[in-house]
């Protein structure tokens, strides 16, 4: 167990839906990052925070959105979803942002878009 | 363009026999190196990093790992196997260097034990 929380861990929703992911750090950990996968694309970086601020922007659409909040858990916003969007969506923290941390990964949510 | 490489979709092994799983770079500098490894259904754990210091680092499972500069390497082993190593392994760089700090993924390699 990583000590990084992730919510739900399964989502199944329709085309043009919104949807919600949730993520909480390991206790520390003031990084935050958001990650894609799926068969046909592999591991996609989508975005990072740090304490709060977005730092760094990976192959995130426009239709995605994500915050980190004041208590440093993060939310991943998915909008007008499509077929295509479906895939895991991973979250991972970091104690720092150096280029040494390591990165510790949550279990995942589990998105079908229908 | 900064890029990392996983030649190899997949990996078999007989259980018992040594394991080498494939990692190259092309990243400027003197970048950070890790390795993950994906169970079904489950997160990337971390298995091991290389920052500086001995071109062999060991971590978790008992995997190794050996960093060679010359031939941008940084290939994964394991001297005997096990079907419970049986998992997808991913190969990941960071940069050390500019202001973008996220890190470069491999495509991964499904490693295969055998029984």
């Known amino acids: 167990d990583s000590g990084v929380t992730q919510t739900p861990k399964h989502l199944i929703t329709a085309t043009g839906q919104r949807v919600t992911l949730r993520c909480s750090p390991r206790s520390g950990d003031l990084s935050v990052y958001w990650y894609q996968q799926s068969l046909d694309q592999g591991l996609q970086f989508l975005i990072q925070y740090y304490n709060g601020e977005e730092r760094a922007k990976g192959n995130i659409l426009e239709r995605f959105s994500a915050q980190q909040f004041p208590d440093l858990h993060s939310e991943l916003n998915l909008s007008s979803l499509e077929l295509g969007d479906s895939a895991l969506y991973f979250c991972?923290?970091?104690?720092?942002?150096?280029?040494?941390?390591?990165?510790?990964f949550g279990p995942g949510t589990r998105l079908t878009v229908l | 363009a900064q890029s990392v490489a996983q030649p190899e979709d997949q990996v078999n092994v007989a259980e018992g026999n040594p394991l080498t799983v494939k990692c190259t770079y092309s990243?400027?500098?003197?970048?950070?190196l890790f390795w993950y490894v994906q169970y079904p259904n489950r997160g990337l754990q971390f298995l091991l990093k290389y920052i500086t210091g001995d071109n062999l680092v060991k971590g978790s499972y008992g995997f190794e790992a050996e960093f060679n500069k010359s031939q941008t390497s940084f290939h994964l082993k394991k001297p005997s196997a096990l079907v419970s190593d049986s998992a997808l392994y991913f190969c990941a760089v960071s940069p050390n260097a500019g202001n973008n700090r996220k890190l470069i993924w491999g495509l991964g390699t499904s490693l295969a034990v055998n029984p």
């Open positions: 990243v400027s500098g003197n970048p950070y």
């Open positions: 991972a923290s970091s104690v720092r942002e150096g280029y040494s941390d390591t990165q510790y």
